[in-house]
């Protein structure tokens, strides 16, 4: 009983990051995740994964604690409480994949294509729509389809969708996904006005959701040569264009709103982030270069005009006509959540509108894709921002966060923040040869596993007991994987 004891105590110290090659890392919670962290609760065993996963006790907690749930998600259920939600997993489908490719161990692909196919086959609603998405979850107790606020279905731009395996495993029930999304998504089939519900109304036309749609419809394109795909792509893409200020190429994220609500009147990082990344996976779809060159000119547009050369920062919100949208922040309404003065690197949120390391990485890949030098710039003065800003910093003082972040936050940050600032450094490494960003990269590798890897897993936060899918872990496995395929020059 007392080697027992010690080895369970042992097993819960974090391991330092110089013990193995991160693939190892990576290996080992991909083991716990497909022996521990499917469904195995209620009657029905599911081959599915669950979205929180204790990490000393390898249980899903039908009542997780609240912890950070306030910052992090701000609605519990976002968090798939005993449950499980597709679209949350899409980081780790892709990571068991190549994890299968890397290992010649068909173990991963197999449990991945084993939960797509499950949701495909089994969890679908009456317009075909997936039983995933950020009002949705499956919860494994109760072996029931759930949600909240409406459960509609909804999808965006933050995580790539992999509908390549999708596809692969069932395409009918793809298809009828994505044709679901033209369907009760874009709700003006004239103009390409979306919501970001699938209610067939009026609602958000968030630019995020947009970006989300136009991929999809652009794969659907791309494995079925029917060009009504492509145009429906188009037609989103041509919505967003011509709401511009064509002096300074910015558009309000959500154009529908009114300039009443900030995001009717703002351009955010939710667009440089999360849409244009949509726009260049359109490109590298379709090869139509108006997705590939409106991104680039909405990026340039944001560097132009956002650019702090004073603190060597971004500021977070502008007007169309290119002013900054200056501090103090607000708290107590939703106009909280507009990044009013400088961008922070690490808040917390999920959703909202602050995406400072996506927008890094999209300046990185469309300077690849166009090799305007502008490009490079900015993402090199995102890095350096990075450098002189570590995970834990408390970048503003006042905002409705501020608890999270004179609090937990300074433990470190979320593992998908970590995976992106490592993606950032490794893919500045690439288009610059620079010795110093692969270091860079390893040092932050070496940092999440000090303060996230523990009894063979990662965990979400430094701060938490639970890995979670929401908190960005796949990110960071992907990340993790793409660094230990790295060599020193």
């Given at each position: 009983?007392r080697?027992?004891?010690?080895?369970?105590?042992?097993?819960?110290?974090?391991?330092?990051?110089?013990?193995?090659?991160?693939?190892?890392?990576?290996?080992?919670?991909?083991?716990?995740?497909?022996?521990?962290?499917?469904?195995?609760?209620?009657?029905?065993?599911?081959?599915?994964?669950?979205?929180?996963?204790?990490?000393s006790?390898?249980?899903?907690?039908?009542?997780?604690?609240?912890?950070?749930?306030?910052?992090?998600?701000?609605?519990?259920?976002?968090?798939?409480?005993?449950?499980?939600?597709?679209?949350?997993?899409?980081?780790?489908?892709?990571?068991?994949?190549?994890?299968?490719?890397?290992?010649?161990?068909?173990?991963?692909?197999?449990?991945?294509?084993?939960?797509?196919?499950y949701?495909?086959?089994?969890?679908?609603?009456?317009?075909?729509?997936?039983?995933?998405?950020?009002?949705r979850?499956?919860?494994?107790?109760?072996?029931?389809?759930?949600?909240?606020?409406?459960?509609?279905?909804?999808?965006?731009?933050?995580?790539?969708?992999?509908?390549?395996?999708?596809w692969?495993?069932?395409?009918?029930?793809?298809?009828?996904?994505?044709?679901?999304?033209?369907?009760?998504?874009?709700?003006?089939?004239?103009?390409?006005?979306?919501?970001?519900?699938?209610?067939?109304?009026?609602?958000?036309?968030?630019?995020?959701?947009?970006?989300?749609?136009?991929?999809?419809?652009?794969?659907?394109?791309?494995?079925?040569?029917?060009?009504?795909?492509?145009?429906?792509a188009?037609?989103?893409?041509?919505?967003?264009?011509?709401?511009?200020?064509?002096?300074?190429?910015?558009?309000?994220?959500?154009?529908?709103?009114?300039?009443?609500?900030?995001?009717?009147?703002?351009?955010?990082?939710?667009?440089?982030?999360?849409?244009?990344?949509?726009?260049?996976?359109?490109?590298?779809?379709?090869?139509?270069?108006?997705?590939?060159?409106?991104?680039?000119?909405?990026?340039l547009?944001?560097?132009?005009?956002?650019?702090?050369?004073?603190?060597?920062?971004?500021?977070?919100?502008?007007?169309?006509?290119?002013?900054?949208?200056?501090?103090?922040?607000?708290?107590?309404?939703?106009?909280?959540?507009?990044?009013?003065?400088?961008?922070?690197?690490?808040?917390?949120?999920?959703?909202?509108?602050?995406?400072?390391?996506?927008?890094?990485e999209?300046?990185?890949?469309?300077?690849?894709?166009?090799?305007?030098?502008?490009?490079?710039?900015?993402?090199?003065?995102?890095?350096?921002?990075?450098?002189?800003?570590?995970?834990g910093?408390?970048?503003?003082?006042?905002?409705?966060?501020?608890?999270?972040?004179?609090?937990?936050?300074?433990?470190?940050?979320?593992?998908?923040?970590?995976?992106?600032?490592?993606?950032?450094?490794?893919?500045?490494?690439?288009?610059?040869?620079?010795?110093?960003?692969?270091?860079?990269?390893?040092?932050?590798?070496?940092t999440?596993?000090?303060?996230?890897?523990?009894?063979?897993?990662?965990?979400?936060?430094?701060?938490?007991?639970?890995?979670?899918?929401?908190?960005?872990?796949?990110?960071?496995?992907?990340?993790?994987?793409?660094?230990?395929?790295?060599?020193?020059?």
């Open positions: 009983m080697c027992a004891w010690l080895l369970t105590m042992i097993m819960a110290i974090p391991a330092s990051a110089a013990e193995r090659p991160y693939r190892d890392y990576v290996r080992s919670s991909l083991d716990v995740l497909v022996a521990h962290g499917m469904d195995r609760y209620g009657e029905i065993h599911a081959p599915i994964f669950v979205s929180i996963l204790d990490v006790t390898r249980e899903c907690p039908r009542n997780p604690a609240a912890l950070d749930e306030a910052w992090r998600v701000t609605r519990r259920d976002r968090r798939n409480p005993a449950g499980a939600n597709l679209l949350t997993d899409q980081p780790l489908i892709d990571v068991l994949h190549r994890m299968t490719q890397r290992t010649g161990d068909s173990k991963y692909a197999e449990a991945a294509d084993a939960c797509i196919r949701y495909l086959d089994h969890l679908v609603d009456e317009k075909g729509f997936l039983w995933w998405g950020w009002h979850h499956y919860d494994v107790f109760t072996d029931k389809m759930t949600g909240h606020s409406g459960n509609h279905h909804e999808i965006h731009a933050i995580s790539d969708i992999r509908w390549d395996r999708l692969a495993v069932n395409r009918e029930a793809t298809r009828k996904e994505i044709e679901a999304c033209w369907r009760w998504h874009v709700i003006d089939k004239e103009t390409g006005q979306v919501n970001r519900h699938g209610d067939g109304r009026r609602g958000c036309d968030f630019a995020m959701s947009a970006a989300s749609f136009i991929d999809a419809f652009t794969f659907l394109h791309e494995k079925t040569q029917d060009e009504v795909w492509l145009e429906r188009r037609l989103l893409e041509a919505y967003y264009h011509q709401r511009r200020n064509p002096d300074t190429d910015l558009f309000p994220d959500r154009p529908n709103a009114g300039a009443d609500r900030f995001d009717g009147a703002a351009f955010v990082t939710s667009i440089t982030g999360c849409y244009c990344r949509g726009l260049m996976n359109a490109w590298a779809r379709s090869g139509a270069e108006r997705f590939r060159d409106h991104a680039a000119d909405y990026l547009a944001y560097d132009r005009y956002a650019y702090d050369a004073n603190t060597g920062t971004y500021y977070g919100a502008l007007r169309l006509d290119g002013t900054v949208i200056p501090g103090p922040r607000t708290v107590g309404d939703y106009a909280q959540y507009e990044p009013r003065g400088h961008l922070d690197l690490w808040e917390p949120y999920v959703a909202g509108y602050q995406y400072a390391l996506y927008t890094a999209a300046f990185a890949r469309a300077y690849d894709l166009t090799r305007r030098p502008e490009l490079l710039t900015a993402a090199e003065r995102f890095a350096a921002w990075l450098d002189r800003t570590p995970p910093t408390v970048e503003t003082e006042k905002t409705w966060y501020s608890p999270y972040t004179n609090g937990p936050g300074k433990q470190g940050t979320y593992a998908g923040k970590y995976g992106r600032a490592i993606f950032l450094y490794l893919k500045l490494h690439e288009l610059t040869d620079k010795p110093a960003y692969l270091a860079r990269a390893r040092q932050m590798a070496d999440a596993i000090d303060k996230l890897y523990v009894n063979r897993l990662f965990k979400g936060h430094p701060a938490k007991p639970y890995y979670e899918a929401m908190d960005g872990v796949g990110f960071l496995l992907q990340a993790l994987l793409a660094l230990d395929e790295c060599r020193d020059d």
